[in-house]
């Protein structure tokens, strides 16, 4: 994931966004310009576990 943090740090980008899709995957997109570009697509099992850990670092009750 640093790695990540990087490429958008590199592109430009104000935000990274993550958003589930309806298989479960996620799709990673960074805002540029305002706009939101598509990066990658997370696995299931990977964007499982990123969600989960965000989750519980944030302390968010599920």
């Known amino acids: 994931m640093a790695d990540l943090v990087r490429r958008a740090e ?3 980008a104000s935000d990274i966004h993550l ?3 309806a298989d479960r995957s996620a799709q990673v997109s960074f805002r ?3 706009l939101l570009a598509p990066v ?3 696995p299931v099992g990977f964007a499982e576990r990123v ?3 965000i989750e519980y ?3 968010l009750q599920t």
């Open 32 to 34: 540029l310009d305002a």
């Open 51 to 53: 969600f989960g850990r």
């Open 10 to 12: 590199a592109a430009g």
């Open 57 to 59: 670092l944030a302390r």
């Open 40 to 42: 990658l697509t997370l």
């Open 19 to 21: 958003q589930t899709a």
